[in-house]
């Protein structure tokens, strides 16, 4: 079994920066990829942005240029750098990672979520 614990949520303003981190913990032989995915107020969850294990990326279009995802294998923890924040980027943030806990068998996890509210 794997917990995700994601902090580093807030308020900030238009064209500020925040610096979310996820953690993961619990039993597992590996975390393969990690990503972060958010839902805005009365939309459904959409994704932000993936990294594999091996660091190959993939971004929304509307956040590509702004956000950055990156991760620390030896931490187990998947970052997500925002920048340039937008009210538009208001939702709330999920982390979310597929893990090997046995062999053969690979579960997908998602953490509780945090919230990022961007004024104007």
């Known amino acids: 079994q794997v917990q995700l614990a994601e902090s580093g949520g807030g308020l900030v303003q238009a064209g500020g920066s925040l610096r979310l981190s996820c953690a993961a913990s619990?039993?597992?032989?590996?975390?393969?990829?990690m990503g972060w995915y958010r839902q805005p107020p009365g939309k459904e969850r959409e994704l932000v942005a993936t990294?594999?294990?091996?660091?190959?990326?993939n971004y929304a279009d509307s956040v590509k240029g702004r956000f950055t995802i990156s991760r620390d294998n030896a931490k187990n923890t998947v970052y997500l750098q925002m920048s340039s924040l937008k009210p538009g980027d208001t939702a709330v943030y999920s982390c979310?990672?597929?893990?090997?806990?046995?062999?053969?068998?690979?579960?997908?996890?998602w953490g509780k979520g945090t919230l990022v509210t961007v004024s104007s």
């Open positions: 979310n990672t597929v893990a090997l806990i046995r062999p053969w068998i690979a579960e997908t996890y």
């Open positions: 619990g039993t597992f032989l590996s975390i393969n990829d």
């Open positions: 990294i594999t294990r091996g660091g190959s990326t």
